[in-house]
């Protein structure tokens, strides 16, 4: 039984269309990615989801039955947009947020301190949110969605605002709840945390479905047909005929190579030419598109369709 499922979903804002036709399920303890670029309608479909705003058409069901507040208790939610109170120090506010979640004081007061040392921010809470960064900030929404320990954990943009240590920090913890059979859906625009993290992903590009499927069967319609390439010396191999697109940095080279009909080309006749160029090589890796890549192909396809579906 999935716990999230979505069925020909439609919202529309006056003129404008924000979701259509949407169809999705979340399965039990996986890590779900709901991707797009902005204005997409990712905001959109997970404020349907916990009850923020209804679907003019289409159905929603949480936990196996059709939405209800009642089961919003089963849920933490950490919104793209900041919510805090800027007067109210962080742990009285992490306390409130716990009882509005059906916590007593004292059990919320005991799991925020936990939650604070173990993201590295005890010596903040005494301050005031108007007080905190960005990051100190971002942490405090995200361990107010997890006071109450949800079953489903839903994080729209939880990385923003975050430098890469601390990115990892809550990017770690995800993982362990997912490890410990919570269902997680995140929204982001960080490709390589999607491609690490999740188990199947959605993408939306202007209100339609144009990618969905697990991670494996979405990459499985790609060939191996790039190559990440360090070397030194003579570029001239670039402009080998097998080659589509390349891309050069300093000592290094990611390649797109032609391919016809989904098949995987063949790297060695490049591979060939640079050492009969006489460059020295010290990585040549053949491997698929990156999920980024598979990512902006779809939407500018999409984009070419008029937004229409656009599926792997």
Not at 50 to 79: A, Q
Not at 277 to 297: A, N, Q, W, Y
């Amino acid at each position: 039984m999935p716990i999230v499922e979505l069925e020909h979903v439609r919202k529309a804002y006056d003129t404008k269309i924000a979701v259509e036709d949407l169809s999705f399920r979340i399965e039990p303890g996986s890590m779900f990615g709901l991707l797009g670029p902005n204005g997409s309608g990712k905001t959109s479909t997970i404020r349907m989801m916990i009850g923020i705003t209804v679907p003019d058409s289409g159905s929603i069901s949480l936990f196996g039955e059709p939405f209800t507040r009642k089961n919003l208790h089963r849920v933490g939610y950490l919104p793209e947009e900041r919510g805090l109170y800027k007067k109210m120090n962080a742990i009285d506010q992490l306390v409130f947020l716990g009882q509005l979640h059906g916590l007593d004081a004292a059990t919320a007061s005991r799991r925020a301190h936990a939650w604070c040392e173990r993201v590295d921010i005890t010596a903040a809470i005494q301050k005031k949110t108007e007080e905190l960064s960005k990051g100190m900030q971002q942490k405090i929404q995200f361990i107010a969605a997890l006071l109450h320990e949800p079953e489903l954990i839903i994080m729209d943009e939880p990385f923003s605002g975050l430098d890469p240590v601390n990115a990892t920090v809550l990017q770690d913890i995800l993982v362990e709840l997912r490890q410990a059979g919570r269902t997680i859906l995140f929204s982001t625009h960080r490709m390589d945390q999607v491609e690490k993290l999740c188990d199947n992903i959605c993408l939306i590009h202007n209100s339609h479905l144009v990618l969905s499927g697990s991670m494996r069967e979405v990459k499985a319609h790609y060939p191996r047909n790039r190559v990440d390439m360090v070397f030194e010396g003579d570029t001239g191999f670039l402009q080998h005929p097998s080659i589509e697109d390349a891309k050069l940095y300093s000592g290094r080279a990611e390649i797109k190579l032609r391919s016809e009909d989904g098949i995987a080309p063949d790297a060695q006749p490049l591979l060939a030419e640079a050492l009969r160029r006489g460059v020295r090589i010290t990585r040549f890796e053949v491997k698929e598109p990156t999920l980024e890549e598979i990512f902006i192909e779809k939407v500018t396809e999409s984009a070419n369709n008029g937004g229409g579906k656009v599926y792997a």
